[in-house]
């Protein structure tokens, strides 16, 4: 069983997906999903009443080919909110066969609140629901759990440890269980990737299933472990340090991304996939991946050409919309993080300027 913080669109077309698959065979089989919604009753409302169903088109571009199939997610065995059912919730959290926590409240909410003076029933701030979650397990006598926390920030499991331990001492809770929370139970660092812009634009289904969702093919879940997990999905790799898929994701993914939206507007391109298939801003973007960003990260992470690849394929989605406008927002600082040090990576690797990234940082007034 799987206790999930989120209602969201991300999680039912990437975490309860991955479960339905895995349980429609025993051997990989991860049981049902409890959602819980924080936020609103809406989607927990139209979830149960949909008996946890719904489907999700896959639609995208992958391997030279257009994508556009349709799979129903049945893992849902009902959701919760948060502000009516918080003692079902407790029950939930206390029963032996949950095994795993799961969540997406956005960067957000993985933060403290401060009018969580002492418990309540329920608390204000996610971190401190979990804890109140966790400390109904451990009265109950339950075994530790697993949680882990989809929030894209880095080390995402290591910050909600640290809230929820801050937020334990708040509420003064006894040194032997506070042991239990930070040792005992496995806090998990993960990296998140799939583009859920919600549902599609155009489906059969669209009229008879208001959970619908439309989600690409690409899927990435990074998992910071040396043993097993509960998710044995193609979409998972474990490893002991997860650090190079960050690196990976940020200057490759966002990188191009962010170099789009610093070179493209002045041509009149508003979307990902018109830079693509532009015939000057194409040719530029795969300059810029093959011949400054790749060569840096060779040897540092994992397949960077490939990955470069797949990139490409997600940009060129013949469903999705994606505006330059939206990824300009916060331009400067996104331009430091990455790809200033694509930058400094490539003059001290190679002891000259890049040309394209040069450009880039020099108009940024950063070189």
Not at 99 to 109: D, R
Not at 146 to 165: S, T, Y
């Amino acid at each position: 069983m799987i206790l999930q913080f989120g209602a969201g669109n991300f999680l039912r077309a990437f975490v309860d997906l991955f479960a339905a698959q895995l349980n429609r065979d025993p051997s990989t089989a991860v049981g049902p999903v409890i959602v819980v919604q924080s936020t609103g009753i809406e989607r927990a409302e139209a979830i149960n009443k949909a008996n946890g169903r719904y489907h999700v088109a896959i639609q995208g571009f992958q391997d030279g080919e257009v994508v556009d199939q349709t799979e129903l997610v049945d893992s849902i065995e009902r959701a919760l909110h948060a502000g009516t059912q918080w003692n079902e919730i407790l029950e939930v959290a206390a029963d032996p066969a949950l095994k795993l926590i799961v969540s997406n409240t956005t960067e957000a909410g993985l933060a403290l609140d401060e009018r969580d003076t002492e418990p309540l029933d329920p608390p204000h701030s996610f971190p401190a629901k979990l804890l109140s979650a966790l400390l109904a397990r451990h009265k109950a006598g339950g075994s530790p759990l697993r949680i882990v926390p989809c929030e894209l920030i880095e080390n995402n499991g290591d910050r909600l440890r640290e809230l929820v331990l801050e937020q334990a001492q708040r509420w003064s809770v006894d040194p032997e269980i506070e042991a239990w929370l930070r040792d005992s139970c496995s806090w998990v660092n993960n990296l998140v990737d799939r583009i859920v812009p919600g549902p599609p634009k155009d489906h059969p289904l669209l009229e008879s299933d208001p959970l619908l969702l439309s989600a690409e093919p690409f899927a990435f879940w990074a998992i910071q472990t040396e043993g097993d997990f509960e998710f044995d999905h193609p979409a998972v790799v474990k490893a002991p340090d997860i650090t190079p898929y960050y690196l990976r994701k940020v200057r490759i993914l966002n990188g191009l991304h962010t170099a789009l939206a610093s070179h493209a507007p002045g041509l009149g391109i508003a979307t990902v996939r018109e830079c693509v298939e532009h015939p000057e801003v194409g040719p530029w973007l795969q300059r810029l991946l093959d011949e400054e960003i790749v060569p840096i990260l060779e040897g540092r992470v994992d397949d960077p050409a490939g990955f470069g690849k797949v990139t490409l394929d997600r940009f060129r989605n013949p469903f999705l919309d994606h505006q330059l406008s939206s990824i300009a927002l916060n331009h400067e600082s996104k331009v430091r993080v990455r790809l200033l040090p694509s930058y400094e990576d490539y003059r001290s690797k190679f002891g000259r300027d890049p040309e394209i990234l040069g450009k880039l940082m020099r108009d940024a007034g950063l070189a």
